[in-house]
T-cell receptor, first 114, second 112 residues
Framework: EAEVAQSPRYKITEKSQAVAFWCDPI?????LYWYRQILGQGPELLVQ????????DSQLPKDRFSAERLKGVDSTLKIQPAELGDSAMYLC????????????FGPGTRLTVL | TQLLEQSPQFLSIQEGENLTVYCNSS?????LQWYRQEPGEGPVLLVT?????EVKKLKRLTFQFGDARKDSSLHITAAQPGDTGLYLC????????????FGSGTRLQVQP
């Protein structure tokens, strides 16, 4: 069964350092999402892509976060510089099309900022 | 801002008991999904409901979508320790934005 791949699974960094997360969606899925999940809460959307275009990045802290999906397939989420409050699970999800609600999630990257 | 409220936040029960988890919003959903998440893992989709009044069953899990499409419930019959986890409801609204808005989850612990 096709799955969403994410790496790394765990990342520990010091504040002010740069970190990057990678996501490979299910093959053929045009829509890709990055969510952040703080411990004890539900995931919150950071950015949504349709193919290579950003559809919604209204909740992305653009002073330190950036996301790209250059060829409309895999995606990278970057944080520079990392802050203590960025410690969270970063989840990637994909769906067939923008108007398809069913999203499939990857295993996530657990980020700890010291 | 469209909000999803889940209740209860925490639930600890004995194996064999029944339970119900609720998900409510003041807005009408275009669809609603239930996920289960284990520690350190991503959410795994359990079900998607679309039609008001819809009832779906997945083994011992029964999902119901309210007639007005503003609320949903998840009922587990004869809970087992393997049901332990975080249950999340997530809704999409008719705004054209297809990303999901998640509730804060119900953490279920089933004691053997």
């Amino acid at each position: 069964e096709a799955e969403v791949a994410q790496s790394p699974r765990y990342k520990i960094t010091e504040k002010s350092q740069a970190v990057a997360f990678w996501c490979d969606p299910i093959s053929g899925h045009a829509t890709l999402y990055w969510y952040r999940q703080i411990l004890g809460q539900g995931p919150e959307l950071l950015v949504q892509f349709q193919d290579e275009s950003v559809v919604d990045d209204s909740q992305l802290p653009k002073d330190r976060f950036s996301a790209e999906r250059l060829k409309g397939v895999d995606s990278t989420l970057k944080i520079q510089p990392a802050e203590l409050g960025d410690s969270a699970m970063y989840l990637c999800a994909s769906s067939l099309a923008q108007r398809t609600d069913t999203q499939y999630f990857g295993p996530g990257t657990r980020l700890t900022v010291l | 801002t469209q909000l999803l409220e889940q209740s209860p936040q925490f639930l600890s029960i004995q194996e064999g008991e029944n339970l119900t988890v609720y998900c409510n919003s003041s807005s009408v959903f275009s669809s609603l999904q239930w996920y289960r998440q284990e520690p350190g893992e991503g959410p795994v989709l359990l079900v998607t409901v679309v039609t008001g009044g819809e009832v779906k069953k997945l083994k011992r899990l029964t999902f119901q979508f309210g007639d007005a499409r503003k609320d949903s419930s998840l009922h587990i019959t004869a809970a087992q320790p393997g049901d332990t986890g975080l249950y999340l409801c997530a809704g999409a609204w008719d705004t054209g934005r297809r990303a999901l808005t998640f509730g804060s989850g119900t953490r279920l612990q089933v004691q053997p």
